[in-house]
């Protein structure tokens, strides 16, 4: 079964950087794929999505900061997160839009604390 793989996540102080990837372990063939997070005793809620022809879209709360990349019918996505907050810790979900349906990653945590 094809799973979304995700790295990139750790403890990081505020203002600091980090970028999250996420690799599918086989074909997908996705049409887009993005990133969602959960924060404790929070809904889980959309960061950012991008298309195959690059069509990005993000949360408020993360746009200027966030920038979201997708190489062109790869089914691998990154997400580079700067200027961090603490209000940015949560559980980073990768997300993808495949032709078998939709996948989810297991989840990275990032950290933003001093």
């Known amino acids: 079964q094809v799973q979304l793989v995700e790295s990139g996540g750790g403890l990081v102080q505020p203002g600091g950087s980090l970028r999250l990837s996420c690799t599918a372990s086989?074909?997908?063939?996705?049409?887009?794929m993005g990133w969602y997070r959960q924060a404790p005793g929070k809904q889980r809620e959309l960061v950012a999505t991008?298309?195959?022809?690059?069509?990005?879209n993000y949360a408020d709360s993360v746009k200027g900061r966030f920038s979201i990349s997708k190489a062109y019918r790869e089914d691998r996505v990154s997400l580079q997160m700067n200027s961090l907050k603490p209000e940015d810790t949560a559980v980073y979900y990768c997300?993808?839009?495949?032709?078998?349906?939709?996948?989810w990653g297991q989840g990275t945590q990032v950290t933003v604390s001093s």
């Open positions: 997300t993808a839009d495949g032709r078998l349906g939709t996948y």
């Open positions: 086989g074909n997908i063939y996705a049409t887009a």
């Open positions: 991008i298309t195959n022809v690059g069509r990005s």
